[in-house]
């Protein structure tokens, strides 16, 4: 099946440091990614959307120059945050698609904890 | 707007028992549903996805139905294992447009116990 792998999977940061999250599809092109946040049992929060070489859609609240999204090829998408704040501090969450038909494939997520 | 809603929030069965989860949204205008488990600390595994123009899908023990009118989507597990112990999350997709992302349920924690 399709394989959604996505790095790191545990990163702790200082204040004020910036942290970027790769999101790579192993065996298939996405046509777009998305990338979520989770707060502690909670839903998904859907943050973004990519599609590979245009510019990201961000959700109402989002701060798109805190959350740097760059969907470079069809393969891998990338999210830093910013000059990350203990508040910043939370699981990351990115999926890849081939198109809107098929099932949307995740990865396993980043547990990112900022100091 | 379109609202997810899957109850109950947690379920407890024994091992073996046939259970069912439900999934309801308030805008039927959906291009499909997918139903996906989350383990602890992990990712997402999609385990069904349902177009807009079905009304059920099969895979192994699992069972999902779709009534789009009614907003209506239950997962039925059949004889059910320690295994399957994880969040259950159901999402919709909007038809097209703005309304192509995943709009995401709040979860079924779900417990089997040996």
């Known amino acids: 099946g399709a394989v959604v792998s996505q790095h790191p999977s545990r990163v702790i940061c200082k204040s004020g440091t910036s942290v970027k999250i790769e999101c790579r599809s192993l065996?298939?092109?996405?046509?777009?990614m998305f990338w979520y946040r989770q707060f502690p049992k909670q839903s998904l929060m859907l943050m973004a959307t990519?599609?590979?070489?245009?510019?990201?859609?961000?959700e109402q609240g989002v701060e798109k120059d805190k959350f740097l999204i760059n969907h470079a090829s069809l393969t891998l998408s990338t999210l830093t945050v910013t000059s990350a704040h203990p508040e910043d501090s939370s699981f990351y969450i990115c999926s890849a698609e081939q198109g809107r038909d098929s099932p949307l494939h995740f990865g396993n997520g980043t547990r990112l904890t900022v100091t | 707007k379109q609202e997810v809603t899957q109850i109950p929030a947690a379920l407890s069965v024994p091992e073996g028992e046939n259970l069912v989860l439900n999934c309801s949204f308030t805008?039927?205008?959906?291009?499909?549903l997918q139903w996906f488990r989350q383990d602890p600390g992990k990712g997402l595994t999609s385990l069904l996805l349902i177009q807009s123009s079905q009304r059920e899908q099969t895979s192994g023990r699992l069972n999902a139905s779709l009534d789009k009118s009614s907003g209506r989507s239950t997962l039925y597990i059949a004889a059910s294992q320690p295994g399957d112990s994880a969040t259950y999350l159901c999402a919709v997709r909007g038809d097209g447009g703005a309304t192509n992302k995943l709009i995401f349920g709040t979860g079924t924690l779900l417990a089997v116990q040996p």
């Open positions: 990519s599609n590979e070489g245009s510019k990201a859609t961000y």
């Open positions: 805008d039927s205008a959906i291009y499909n």
């Open positions: 065996d298939f092109q996405a046509t777009t």
